[in-house]
């Protein structure tokens, strides 16, 4: 139905196709078995702070002003599983489009004290939701160098052994309707995919190509990068994952051409994880 990783118009090719409330961060089809949510930097100034902790993303509900109520789009996430509707996660990226992350399944939620549109604090609903970011995943950049034939080659030649180890660790899901328990392996999950990804860098930043800048005890520095915004979260596969310098992912963030760099690195990365 979407395609991780795509962008999309949100009235014409969501709303206007499925139903649906065209504003707001939560949106309930009547007619379709589908809950869409969406996120983005600018609801942080409403209270609606949302990010990835633990290989789960928190996703704050709905409600502006005072105590969130358990009612309407908030009792939808909480109840999709019983209802059987499937939650699908949207982030935005700029005027009236969004990219499609992957389809969420709530875990549970906490009552935290967040303010409200008039900045008076309040009880607000942050749901738990563990991401499926591993299905029909497509990226659409502008034209951008593709790897080249020594790229390729070197990249072949990391995947000894334990880097295809680390992978299927990676990317393994085991299978559990314990909502605990799947808390548990989201952690592991995402500290699996962090793993990988530094072993699969071996040393050298994915992003300049360089060699990391110092040793620690526990062998070369280099931080992970997520290639999709998420509150520097991101969905937790390792094509959506990137070593880099320290260098590198400062300027992944704060340059005025981090969209460009972003979407470099996203090629890239493309042409390791096939």
């Not at 789960?56 to 109840?79: H, R, S």
């Not at 160098?145 to 899901?173: C, F, G, I, Q, S």
């Not at 094509?239 to 400062?250: M, T, Y």
């Amino acid at each position: 139905m979407f395609v991780v990783g795509k962008e999309y118009n949100r009235r014409s090719e969501i709303h206007d196709v499925y139903g649906g409330q065209a504003q707001g961060g939560i949106s309930t089809p009547k007619n379709h078995p589908f809950i869409f949510i969406f996120t983005s930097d600018s609801g942080a100034q409403h209270g609606y702070r949302d990010e990835y902790i633990d290989g789960l993303f928190w996703y704050t509900g709905e409600g502006q002003v005072g105590d969130m109520q358990m009612i309407k789009g908030n009792k939808a996430i909480l109840n999709h599983s019983e209802e059987r509707k499937t939650i699908h996660l949207f982030e935005y990226t700029r005027k009236a489009h969004v990219r499609y992350v992957g389809e969420a399944e709530c875990l549970g939620y906490e009552t935290q004290i967040r303010p409200d549109s008039n900045g008076n604090h309040r009880n607000a609903f942050v749901f738990q939701l563990d991401i499926n970011s591993s299905i029909n995943v497509e990226y659409t950049a502008p034209n951008g160098p593709a790897l080249t034939v020594e790229e390729r080659k070197k990249t072949k030649n990391k995947n000894t052994k334990r880097l295809d180890e680390l992978r299927r660790a990676a990317l393994a899901v085991p299978e559990t309707k314990d909502r605990k328990e799947k808390q548990r392996n989201a952690y592991q999950r995402a500290e699996a995919i962090k793993k990988y990804v530094l072993a699969r860098a071996n040393g050298i930043c994915e992003g300049c190509e360089k060699p990391a800048p110092f040793r620690t005890s526990k062998g070369p520095y280099l931080e992970c990068h997520h290639l999709h915004r998420l509150a520097d979260g991101g969905p937790d596969h390792p094509r959506n994952v990137i070593a880099l310098c320290p260098n590198c992912h400062r300027a992944a963030h704060y340059s005025k051409n981090a969209k460009k760099i972003n979407e470099e690195m996203v090629l890239k990365i493309n042409g390791i994880e096939k």
